[in-house]
């Protein structure tokens, strides 16, 4: 089993930065080597992909939405994947979730493949 606990999220004002952590704990964590991704679900909206990266950090990938904004990365000796949002614009307010799945392939599909949720933080940005 894994757990994945996001933090990290909050109010800022448009052009303003935020970093989400996402922690993870458990023994199939490592053991599968998980890729870890982020989605939000804005109010009315269905839940998107932003971004996802492998276990070995050589593989990532970006909505087009937010390439050039954010930037995902992962710490495997702390088992953490972070979101840094840079240039946040008030169309980025959601909730964001953490997600992990054996490959990026799995995050990215249009039905997305994932093994486990986090519970979600909540990104609102003030314009």
């Known amino acids: 089993q894994v757990q994945l606990v996001e933090s990290g999220g909050g109010l800022v004002q448009a052009g303003g930065s935020l970093r989400l952590s996402c922690a993870a704990s458990g023994r199939a964590f490592s053991s599968y080597a998980y890729a870890m991704g982020w989605f939000r679900q804005a109010p009315g909206k269905e839940r998107e992909f932003v971004a996802a990266?492998?276990?070995?950090?050589?593989?990532?990938r970006y909505a087009d939405s937010v390439k050039g904004r954010f930037t995902i990365s992962r710490d495997n000796a702390k088992n953490t994947v972070y979101l840094q949002m840079n240039s946040l614009k008030s169309e980025d307010t959601a909730v964001y979730y953490c997600?992990?799945?054996?490959?990026?392939?799995?995050?990215?599909?249009?039905?997305?493949?994932?093994?486990?949720w986090g519970q979600g933080t909540q990104v609102t940005v003030s314009s």
């Open positions: 997600a992990a799945n054996p490959s990026v392939s799995g995050l990215l599909s249009p039905s997305p493949q994932v093994d486990y």
């Open positions: 990266i492998n276990w070995r950090r050589a593989d990532t």
